[in-house]
């Protein structure tokens, strides 16, 4: 059982390139999110999914997009990279965060890092 | 004021001891709360899990929400090399995503 999976594991852009994260997970989740994690800020969330075709944004959404096509894969663009988009990027998925005693796990992949010259 | 605050730290402990790791938050709307286990370099992964208020234990570990207080803590007893890591507590109401602390670094020495 693969989890939650991120493509790539390490990208380096220069400024003003574009790129697509890939995240795909087989645990017919429901809800998919994109943080970010920087040193001394925490988790931030992006953009987040609560299911296939819907998106939402989170708490820092500028300069990114996302699609949830299908419902396994949730993919985050970013249309021209920054120095400031520099930071590791975590992909999660959960059976949803919803109803009263459901369980409202995140499941994580293992991070991409990248970096922005 | 940020929703989740929770103290960077780094906080370094001897082998056995206990450890306190406290969080925040200001939404009194929060249902779940949840501590996060990340050791360097990988995604975070699930520790302990706590629908409203009240103590959970899992092992040397113990979950507690004050939701009168928004204030939620996690307990490490005996604490272990293999316990350093960032631990960061997470919490959401129904129909959300989870909001995160920023982590506190814990490091236990033997």
């Known amino acids: 059982n693969a989890g939650v999976t991120q493509t790539p594991k390490f990208r380096v852009l220069k400024t003003g390139q574009s790129m697509t994260l890939l995240c795909a997970q087989d645990?017919?989740?429901?809800?998919m999110y994109w943080y970010r994690q920087d040193p001394g800020m925490g988790l931030r969330l992006i953009h987040y999914?609560?299911?296939?075709?819907?998106?939402a944004k989170g708490e820092v959404p500028d300069g990114y997009n996302v699609s949830r096509l299908k419902k396994q894969n949730f993919l985050l663009g970013l249309e021209s990279a920054a120095p400031s988009q520099t930071s590791v990027y975590f992909c999660?998925?959960?059976?949803?965060?919803?109803?009263?005693?459901?369980?409202?796990?995140?499941?994580f992949g293992q991070g991409t890092r990248l970096t922005v010259v | 004021q940020k929703e989740v605050e929770q103290d960077p730290g780094p906080l370094s402990v001897p082998e056995g001891a206990i450890v306190s790791l406290n969080c925040t938050y200001s939404?009194?709307?929060?249902?779940?709360f949840m501590w996060y286990r990340q050791y360097s370099r990988k995604g975070p992964e699930l520790l302990m899990y706590?629908?409203?208020?009240g103590n959970k234990e899992d092992g040397r570990f113990t979950a507690q929400v004050d939701k009168s207080s928004k204030y939620i803590s996690l307990f490490i007893r005996d604490s272990q090399p293999s316990d350093s890591a960032t631990y960061l507590c997470?919490?959401?109401?129904?129909?959300?995503?989870?909001?995160f602390g920023k982590g506190t670094t814990l490091s236990v020495s033997s």
């Open positions: 999914s609560v299911g296939e075709g819907t998106t």
């Open positions: 706590t629908y409203s208020s």
């Open positions: 997470a919490m959401n109401q129904a129909g959300t995503a989870l909001i």
């Open positions: 645990m017919n989740h429901e809800y």
């Open positions: 939404n009194s709307a929060f249902q779940y």
């Open positions: 999660a998925s959960s059976y949803s965060s919803g109803a009263a005693g459901m369980n409202t796990e995140a499941f």
